[in-house]
Nanobody, 125 residues
């Protein structure tokens, strides 16, 4: 099993940038696909981005494509989400996730294997 802890959230003006980090514990980190989801008040949790266990492939929601970048460092057991050109509609709690399948993260065929506790991102307009 893997445990996840997010950091890096905060308050930023529209057009600004933030970088979220997700530190994982457990020696199986490099075997998991990693992803980021977000949940705004009154809305369902939605997929934002995912990265294959090897880092060789990345996937993005249309709403963030071209603005957000997901990367991972398997040596540090950490996944990152670089968020640029932030908009007010990006305001949400951002959750890190781990699962054997990046496809499951996008399609939600079954439960996600592990979640972080979430970090708040607020973008002021």
């Amino acid at each position: 099993q893997v445990q996840l802890v997010e950091s890096g959230g905060g308050l930023v003006q529209a057009g600004g940038s933030l970088r979220l980090s997700c530190a994982a514990s457990g020696r199986t980190f490099s075997s998991y696909a990693m992803g980021w989801f977000r949940q705004a008040p009154g809305k369902e949790r939605e997929f934002v981005a995912a990265i294959r266990w090897s880092g060789s492939s990345t996937y993005y929601a249309d709403s963030v494509k071209g603005r957000f970048t997901i990367t991972r460092d398997n040596a540090k057991n950490t996944v990152y989400l670089q968020m640029n050109s932030l908009k007010a509609e990006d305001t949400a709690v951002y959750y890190c996730a781990a699962d054997p399948s990046e496809t499951n993260m996008m399609e939600r065929w079954g439960p996600i294997a592990a979640w972080g506790q979430g970090t708040q991102v607020t973008v002021s307009s």
